[in-house]
């Protein structure tokens, strides 16, 4: 069973530009969430989708969107770019059945904001 | 104050050792507990989960949980340099089956167990 697929693993963006990162959850798992992780701040939750509607939403501001597609793929935008924006974001998919919290991360979208 | 504090580490250990790692939490919502391990460029991967006060035991792993204090831990017996990696405490509160992805996570120990 493939795992969580996130796309692109590395990206380089300078102030002010927009990013747009994509995640594609464990076949059969309906929900996926969006952390973001910088060494200063650790993880923090950004948001949380299930059948194509944010379920969940993290204090950041609203340059930071994401969306759900009925495949259950889902996409994070950021925009208006901001240095502080370079961290790891990470994309975790679950069944949103069984265990509350047992999530399957994928290996994250690195992003540098320069 | 962060709703979850993890002692910050780094732990450098030498193999064979016992390993205990620490977070407190304020918010006594707080239901659901797990150690998640994440190794270097990696996403994290879950370790351990309990729900309930007491001790939960996985081989070399046990994670503790004591709600009335409100302290979660994780022991590592026998450490390996296989276990090198940064641990990351989390808790979910899931209030009526509304989430289950969003979880507040400790800072992370880095963990580094030399041969």
């Known amino acids: 069973k493939a795992g969580v697929t996130q796309t692109p693993r590395y990206l380089i963006k300078t102030r002010g530009q927009q990013v747009t990162l994509s995640c594609s959850p464990i076949?059969?798992?309906?929900?996926v969430s969006w952390y973001q992780q910088t060494p200063g701040q650790g993880l923090q939750f950004l948001f949380e989708?299930?059948?194509?509607?944010?379920?969940n939403k993290g204090n950041f501001p609203g340059r930071f969107s994401g969306r759900q597609f009925s495949n259950s793929r889902s996409e994070m935008n950021v925009s208006t770019l901001e240095l502080g924006d370079s961290a790891l974001y990470l994309c975790?998919?679950?069944?949103?059945?069984?265990?509350?919290?047992?999530?399957?991360f994928g290996e994250g979208s690195r992003l540098t904001v320069l | 104050q962060k709703e979850v504090e993890q002692d910050p580490g780094p732990l450098s250990v030498p193999e064979g050792a016992i390993v205990s790692l620490n977070c407190t939490y304020s918010?006594?919502?707080?239901?659901?507990f797990m150690w998640y391990r994440q190794y270097s460029r990696k996403g994290p991967e879950l370790l351990m989960y309990?729900?309930?006060?007491g001790n939960k035991e996985d081989g070399r792993f046990t994670a503790q949980v004591d709600k009335s204090s409100k302290y979660i831990s994780l022991f590592i017996r026998d450490s390996q340099p296989s276990d090198s990696a940064t641990y990351l405490c989390?808790?979910?509160?899931?209030?009526?089956?509304?989430?289950?992805?969003?979880?507040?996570f400790g800072q992370g120990t880095i963990l580094t167990v030399h041969p």
């Open positions: 975790a998919s679950s069944p949103w059945t069984g265990r509350p919290g047992e999530l399957f």
């Open positions: 076949s059969g798992h309906r929900s």
């Open positions: 989708y299930f059948s194509e509607t944010q379920r």
């Open positions: 918010n006594s919502a707080f239901q659901y």
């Open positions: 309990t729900y309930s006060s």
């Open positions: 989390a808790m979910s509160v899931n209030a009526g089956g509304t989430s289950y992805g969003k979880l507040t």
